[in-house]
């Protein structure tokens, strides 16, 4: 895996964007020699061409991007897979239009345009199928074998069995609690741990994943010495689970790992760093979005009785409380009937000015006065409502961990899993917040920003 970002991509993922950036070019610069009746040298060379090729190819990789196809590369069926390409080639040409609209000179001719976006539909879905089909199998991809069946192995198990694209394949396990030949998520438990060094000669494993209960009595030290020595890689499986999820395994954090940890808290200079460019964001999207906040601010005065701003307490950073700032999308008299209820999807309360305010994220926008007022920061988890922060803390160990960074308007754990209506989803959502605090950068954050509008343009969670 390659590290974008402070983001881990699965090496096939990333062979197979560049192999489609050049795909995707060759075609256009071929439709040149097919169908231009000047000389293509010259166009390509002189007048601009290679110049006016790129914003098309970038925005077909952006629209790949946008509907799943680098998250997703092994499991749509051809006919999809031509129509989703199809919708990623038909963004290019809104694109052009707009560049022709700004500047002739800067569109490709329209007989280029339609030849080198027949010739990319075809060649890039040729291209995807026979990616699944072979070359994914091929390129970068690492055999695990798995010493131990702990929480964080079967998460990364699981993972695997339903991304063929990450490049990793599961050889088995080595463990004692389960007999031998049983399958786990599709892969084999091929015998005790004493048998380990012989398991590890017959699989011939790229890199071996411990996950046994703790370190000490019951692990194969000599062995896994043995291993090490001879040269393969070896892991603990809660840093594997982490680096490939992108999330900390809750049920694997222990307190000497916190105690012994040099990431429990971000540095203070990089706090401050993240509170410099934080105002500056709110600064600018401020002055770019005002007509949307005053439109937004009328419009939900004139649909319905009540205060434009909804106010409510959320705990900030070292569980200090502040005010957090949203144009009403409930309706005025909602927690007076039901009481005090957490979000949920497709929530009653809404009004119907509400949920497109909600589903453009518009309701969002008055939280820009928190961050300038130095209550939250652009990128953070997300605040939690005070009453539901003392619940969650009580029944999820190191839940005041999220408080250690401010909270952010748009955070790691809001692009990577939808609101949490039950325990088991706030978990997730701590999983993904103690990660982020680890990892905490501005390249992230930038990531973290860049992803945000995307989920702001396509309208659905991510998966």
């Known amino acids: 895996m390659i590290e974008v970002f402070r983001v881990f991509l699965p090496t096939p993922v990333l062979i ?5 950036s050049l795909l995707l070019g060759s075609c256009y610069v071929l439709a040149a020699f097919l169908v231009l009746e000047v000389d293509p040298t010259v166009f390509l060379l002189y007048d601009g061409g290679f110049a006016r090729v790129l914003p098309v190819v970038l925005t077909i990789l952006f629209g790949l991007h ?3 196809l680098y998250t997703d590369v092994a499991r749509r069926t051809r006919v999809t897979l031509v129509l989703e390409i199809g919708r990623a080639i038909g963004l290019a040409f809104i694109v052009e239009a707009l560049l022709s609209w700004a500047n002739r000179n800067w569109m490709l001719p329209p007989r280029l345009m339609i030849a080198g976006s027949a010739l990319s539909l075809a060649c890039v879905a040729a291209w995807r199928v026979l990616y699944a089909n072979v070359a994914l199998r091929m390129f970068g991809t690492q055999r695990l074998l798995f010493v131990g069946l702990s929480p964080a192995v079967a998460e990364i198990a699981a993972y695997l069995e339903s991304r063929p694209e990450a490049g990793l394949a599961n050889l088995g396990y080595a463990d004692d609690d389960h007999p031998t030949g049983q399958m786990l998520h599709a892969a084999p438990v091929l015998g005790p741990l004493s048998q380990l060094r012989r398991i590890a000669a017959e699989t011939k494993p790229d890199r071996i994943v411990v996950g046994l209960p703790e370190r000490g009595a019951g692990w194969p ?3 896994l010495l043995e291993l090490k020595f001879a040269g393969i890689p070896i892991e603990e499986a809660a840093a594997a689970s982490e680096l490939l999820r992108g999330r900390v395994c809750s049920r ?3 307190p000497w790992r916190l105690v012994l940890s040099s990431a429990l808290r971000p540095p203070r200079r990089l706090l401050m760093l993240q509170s410099v460019y934080s105002t500056g964001i709110a600064l600018l999207a401020m002055l770019v979005t005002l007509p949307l906040m005053l439109l937004s601010a009328l419009a939900v005065k004139l649909t319905s009785r009540g205060p434009v701003l909804h106010r409510q307490t959320r705990v900030g950073v070292n569980g200090k409380t502040f005010v957090l700032l ?4 409930v309706q005025a008299e909602a927690e007076a009937k ?6 949920v999807k497709d929530d009653p309360r809404l009004t119907p000015l509400g949920r497109w305010l909600r589903a453009f994220r518009l309701d969002e926008l008055p939280q820009l006065f928190n961050v300038l007022r130095g209550d939250m920061s652009i990128v953070g988890p997300r605040p939690e409502r005070l009453e539901f922060a003392e619940v969650l803390a009580e029944q999820i160990p190191y839940y005041h961990q999220r408080h250690l960074v401010k909270p952010g308007v748009t955070g790691w754990a ?5 609101h949490g209506e039950t325990l088991e989803d706030s978990v997730v959502q701590l999983e993904y917040d103690l990660y982020y605090i680890k990892h905490l950068s501005l ?13 702001m343009l396509r309208l659905r969670e991510e998966q």
Do not use: N, W
Request: with cysteine; net charge positive.
């Open 16 to 20: 197979l964007l560049i192999s489609e």
């Open 326 to 329: 949203k144009f009403r999308s």
């Open 443 to 455: 390249a992230l954050d930038l990531y973290i920003l860049l992803r945000t509008l995307e989920k």
């Open 66 to 68: 946008l509907f799943d």
């Open 414 to 418: 809001q692009i990577k899993c939808p």
């Open 338 to 343: 039901r009481g005090r209820t957490a979000a």
């Open 252 to 254: 694997e954090v222990r």
């Open 221 to 223: 030290v000599q062995d």
